[in-house]
């Protein structure tokens, strides 16, 4: 089944339901010129889901069976600087991309199979919130005028890149995965922010300080991680042989 749904000023209330027995093409939410429109029920998808446009915010959780293409979430005048993202965003098989942009992510965004892009513009990643995959990898993480608070997790899989230009990883902050790719982070490693990747890392550059109380744990088989950093402060570094 192909579905197709345009609801210009929200869909759904608190605690309702909507369930699609097949695929979806375009699930779009706040097309209209109302203000402060709101995916508020819960929906699952038995297939999978080719785009979730939202123009407001999104406050039910979405499962999707299959996989999910793109999802769009852009605040509008009433959501501008709030939580726009406040439900889970889950596909059991592939998410491609998802994107946030002028507000906050305070839950979990997960492609079970594996999680292609995931960024935020203008918010931050709460300390609720998560990007990751249960199975598989973790293609780029990027949040671009805000903090990453929450967690990004790819502990059976690689996580390929990571970037916070201009911002700093919070004290409630984690970074997990079995392997990585480069890992950028302009700003300060705060104090209770955890790193861990359990294989191999390709490199960690860390444009601030990091702080008493900050955790950088990796272990590297062949030892061949780059570790950057321009502050010498109190910094932890363990480099542990499998």
Do not use: Y
């Amino acid at each position: 089944m192909l579905f197709r749904s345009d609801a210009a000023g929200g869909l759904g209330k608190v605690g309702g339901s909507l369930r699609a027995q097949g695929n979806v093409g375009t699930l779009r939410v706040g097309s209209g010129p109302s203000n402060g429109a709101d995916l508020a029920m819960n929906v699952r998808i038995d297939g999978s889901l080719n785009l979730l446009d939202v123009t407001g915010r999104i406050t039910g959780n979405i499962v999707v069976l299959g996989d999910i293409s793109t999802v769009n979430v852009r605040s509008d005048a009433a959501t501008n600087n709030s939580t726009i993202v406040s439900g889970n965003v889950i596909a059991l098989g592939n998410l491609a991309s998802f994107q946030a942009t002028g507000g906050s992510v305070s839950s979990s965004v997960v492609g079970g199979a594996s999680l292609g892009s995931a960024s935020i513009v203008n918010g931050d990643l709460l300390d609720t919130g998560e990007f990751g995959s249960t199975l598989g990898d973790v293609n780029s993480i990027s949040i671009n005028n805000g903090q990453l608070l929450g967690k990004v997790r790819a502990l059976q899989g690689n996580l390929k890149s990571l970037s916070i230009p201009g911002s700093s990883l919070g004290p409630s902050a984690a970074i997990l995965a079995r392997t990585s790719g480069p890992l950028t982070i302009d700003g300060t490693l705060s104090p209770g922010a955890v790193i861990q990747i359990t294989k191999s890392l390709a490199s960690l550059t860390i444009g601030g300080s990091v702080l008493p109380g900050a955790q950088i744990n990796l272990r590297s088989e062949e030892h061949t991680s780059e570790l950057q950093s321009p502050c010498n402060l109190v910094c932890r570094l363990l480099l542990e042989k499998k």
